[in-house]
């Protein structure tokens, strides 16, 4: 079956430290891999994705790279703001299956 | 941009009564998306739906119902509100999931049902 797996936060930083969020993944197919950011009080918002393996995905200085071999996506960024504080989800679809498989998120609080 | 709109942010209802979430987007996308997310459960799929008068069950649909009378609209409903559905419901659409389109998201409902 195809689910998504990340780490369990909360994870609280200082600002300009370096962010790893990990997220594994199981699927049927291949799949295309996505990171998804909740800040408060709002829907959830495409960050990056990543449609097949060794692509790497990348957005206001967020990166994820579809790793095959380990059935990986890690979000990172390398030096993280406290505009950066939310939720963040790890998804998956796969190319033969019908629904997305989201990861039950990971909070994000950065203090200045 | 595409863009997602739910009808209301906070909704407060009363046990029993039938509730309407309405969900418009407006980028000609053929697939929508209905979620619920509660603490700790992460989002849990409750109906989708591929075409229009089309739909098909998720996860948890039980106590739902939905309806795509048209492309653009996805409404979901709840026949009779209980307060174990009480949550954050997220409306998505994308456009082609053959071939990995992202979700697009509207800004959610907070519903209460006391």
């Known amino acids: 079956g195809n689910s998504v797996t990340q780490m369990e936060g909360p994870v609280t930083l200082s600002e300009e430290a370096f962010l790893t969020i990990n997220c594994t993944y199981t699927?049927?197919?291949?799949?295309?891999l996505f990171w998804y950011v909740q800040y408060p009080g709002e829907g959830l918002q495409l960050l990056l994705k990543?449609?097949?393996?060794?692509d790497k995905g990348s957005n206001k200085g967020f990166e994820a790279t579809y790793r095959k071999e380990t059935t990986s996506f890690h979000l990172e960024k390398g030096s993280v703001q406290v505009s950066d504080s939310a939720v963040y989800f790890c998804?998956?679809?796969?190319?033969?299956?019908?629904?997305?498989?989201f990861g039950t998120g990971t909070s994000l609080t950065v203090i200045p | 941009d595409v863009k997602v709109t739910q009808s209301s942010r906070y909704l407060v209802k009363r046990t029993g009564e039938k509730v309407f979430l309405e969900c418009v987007q407006d980028?000609?996308?053929?697939?929508m998306f209905w979620y619920r997310q509660d603490p700790g459960l992460g989002l849990r799929l409750i109906y989708f739906s591929y075409d229009v008068k089309m739909k098909e069950k998720g996860d948890i649909p039980e106590g739902y119902s939905v309806s795509r009378e048209k492309k653009e609209r996805f409404s979901l409903i709840l026949e009779s509100a209980s307060t174990n559905q009480t949550s954050m419901y997220l409306c998505a659409s994308s456009f082609d999931r053959a071939r990995g389109s992202p979700l697009h998201f509207g800004n959610g409902t907070r519903l209460t049902v006391t």
């Open positions: 980028m000609d996308h053929e697939n």
């Open positions: 998804a998956l679809i796969s190319n033969t299956g019908n629904q997305f498989y």
């Open positions: 990543a449609t097949k393996a060794d």
């Open positions: 699927a049927t197919g291949y799949p295309s």
